[in-house]
Structures are given as structure tokens and as C-alpha cells.
């Protein structure tokens, strides 16, 4: 597509419940980047996926949270059990390379865990 | 871990006015890049500039980056109502791919 897709746009969910979030970036970029961003903050590092392997998830904050790109183009970001301290703003983003150029985030995905 | 940390977190001015934040970092960076991004949602990549260059322009964005003293600056000449947003600097340290991103400046211009 043109830009980079996310949905929901928005979701809430109660504590305790499983949630997914998709991103479909632009087609030919073989890396995809999840951030989360929290309110008044910058987006922080979560995965990095080359293809369709995650390179780097050394951002993710436990074993709750997992991601996958199983044909190297849409990408889920999984969490399980959800806390009230998941709240933010989930960003998603794509670039033609893995170093060196810009990116191109989507709108993002605000999740409310009530 | 957020490296980049904005300078000032909010700015106020005037359309017509220049607007000026900076941007200070803590290791070395084969780039750093600078974004908007308009109430709380998708960041719009403005400009990337390389730790070898030292200034970059782009329309009516202009960036130097000083590696000596890790800071970098966001100059926005002329501007108007719609540059309302909130601009966050970002580098790629460590990994050359993951970007680390301050806090962000907000900015207001009023008309």
C-alpha cells in the first residue's frame, strides 16, 4: 500500500484479556519496527523483524508481549494477559532498509486496558 | 532507553517566527533523524542527517548536528500554524537500526 496500515486504530480491553495488533507495511520494505509510545513520552524500541525473522526483540518488556511476521509483510503484536500499564500507544513502522534511511511509521494503534 | 533528550520540551511563538530546538544524545550515531508527529499519533520522518555531515536543509527545515558535543539542532524558518506539533529527535546507536527517541519538543505556533 501506500503507507503503512495499522488496526485497530483503537482498542480496549479489559485486564486479563488477550490482544492483536496488525501492521501491513509498505509493500517491498523488508524491515518492520514495533515502538510503543506512552503518553508525554518518545516511542520506545520494542522488535525489529528483517524478512521474516525478528533480528532484535530485545525491547519487548516480558514474555507477555510477542510478535510475528510469518510471510515477511503483515506483522502481529500479541499480548497476552494484559495490564492497565500496557496502555499506549502502539507505533508500527517500515523501511527499505534496515540501517541507514528513514522510516515510515502508521498511525499506530492506541490500546486501553481498563 | 530513550537517548535523545529535547531542548525545550515546549515552544510557543508566533507564525512568521523561527523556531529552534535542539537535541543532545549520549553515544556515538551513524545518523540522527528528526520527526513530527501531530497529536499523539504517526511520526512523519522530516529529515536524517549523517554523523559525517554536519548541516542539512530541506525546504524550510534546517539541521546541523555538532558529533563533538553529540547535539544536533532543528531550525524551522517562517513559521506557520500548521508546523503545530510535536518534533522528536532520533538516533540509531547501538544497533545501527533501532532508533532511540527523546522526550520531544512541543510546539505551538499561534497565528
Known amino acids: 500500500g501506500a503507507g503503512v496500515s495499522q488496526t485497530p486504530s483503537n482498542k480496549v480491553t479489559e485486564k486479563g484479556k488477550y490482544v492483536e495488533l496488525r501492521c501491513d507495511p509498505i509493500?517491498?520494505?523488508?524491515?518492520l519496527y514495533w515502538y510503543r509510545q506512552s503518553l508525554g513520552q518518545g516511542p520506545e524500541f520494542l522488535i525489529y523483524f528483517q524478512g521474516t525473522g525478528a533480528a532484535d526483540d530485545s525491547g519487548l518488556p516480558n514474555d507477555r508481549f510477542f510478535a510475528v511476521r510469518p510471510e515477511g509483510s503483515v506483522s502481529t503484536l500479541k499480548i497476552q494477559r494484559t495490564e492497565r500499564g500496557d496502555s499506549a500507544v502502539y507505533l508500527c513502522?517500515?523501511?527499505?532498509?534496515?540501517?541507514?534511511?528513514?522510516?515510515?511509521f502508521g498511525s499506530g494503534t492506541r490500546l486501553t486496558v481498563v | 532507553s530513550q537517548q535523545g533528550e529535547e531542548d525545550p520540551q515546549a515552544l510557543s511563538i508566533q507564525e512568521g517566527e523561527n523556531a529552534t530546538m535542539n537535541c543532545s544524545y549520549k553515544t556515538s550515531i551513524n545518523n540522527l533523524q528528526w520527526y513530527r508527529q501531530n497529536s499523539g499519533r504517526g511520526l512523519v520522518h522530516l529529515i536524517l542527517i549523517r554523523s559525517n555531515e554536519r548541516e542539512k536543509h530541506s525546504g524550510r527545515l534546517r539541521v546541523t548536528l555538532d558529533t563533538s558535543k553529540k547535539s544536533s539542532s532543528l531550525l524551522i524558518t517562517a513559521s506557520r500554524a500548521a508546523d503545530t506539533a510535536s518534533y522528536f529527535c532520533a538516533t540509531d546507536a547501538d544497533s545501527g537500526y533501532a532508533l532511540n527517541f527523546g522526550k520531544g519538543t512541543s510546539l505551538l505556533v499561534t497565528p
Open positions: 513502522a517500515s523501511s527499505s532498509l534496515g540501517t541507514g534511511g528513514g522510516y515510515t
Open positions: 509493500s517491498g520494505h523488508t524491515a
